[in-house]
């Protein structure tokens, strides 16, 4: 079992930042990849970004490249989403997700997911 809590969400004016937290428990989340997904009202769940615990390799959705930056703190078991230059359109409910799969973007992919934080951007 992985559980995963979010926080760092919150209302921030366009062109601003926010740095998102997942923080993860259980005997094996470092054999997991960690996964940021959003979901806005009337829309599907999208993936944001990924990470290895071990390694560097990212994965970056088209919409949030040079923008967001998923990082890691191994000795914390915290995962990160900073989000810089943040758009209206980035609203959203942002969820944090492990998966057993690398690169993996689907959401089907991966087996624990968070409560969600919720990401408000005014125009």
């Known amino acids: 079992q992985v559980q995963l809590v979010e926080s760092g969400g919150g209302l921030v004016q366009a062109g601003g930042s926010l740095r998102l937290s997942c923080a993860a428990s259980g005997r094996t989340v470092s054999s997991y990849v960690m996964g940021w997904f959003r979901q806005a009202p009337g829309k599907e769940r999208e993936f944001v970004a990924s990470i290895r615990w071990s390694g560097y390799n990212t994965y970056y959705a088209d919409s949030v490249k040079a923008r967001f930056t998923i990082s890691r703190d191994n000795a914390k078991n915290t995962v990160y989403l900073q989000m810089n230059s943040l758009k209206p359109e980035d609203t959203a409910v942002y969820c944090c997700?492990?998966?057993?799969?690398?690169?993996?973007?689907?959401?089907?992919?991966?087996?624990?997911w968070g409560q969600g934080t919720q990401v408000t951007v005014s125009s």
């Open positions: 997700a492990a998966s057993r799969i690398l690169s993996s973007r689907l959401s089907s992919e991966y087996n624990y």
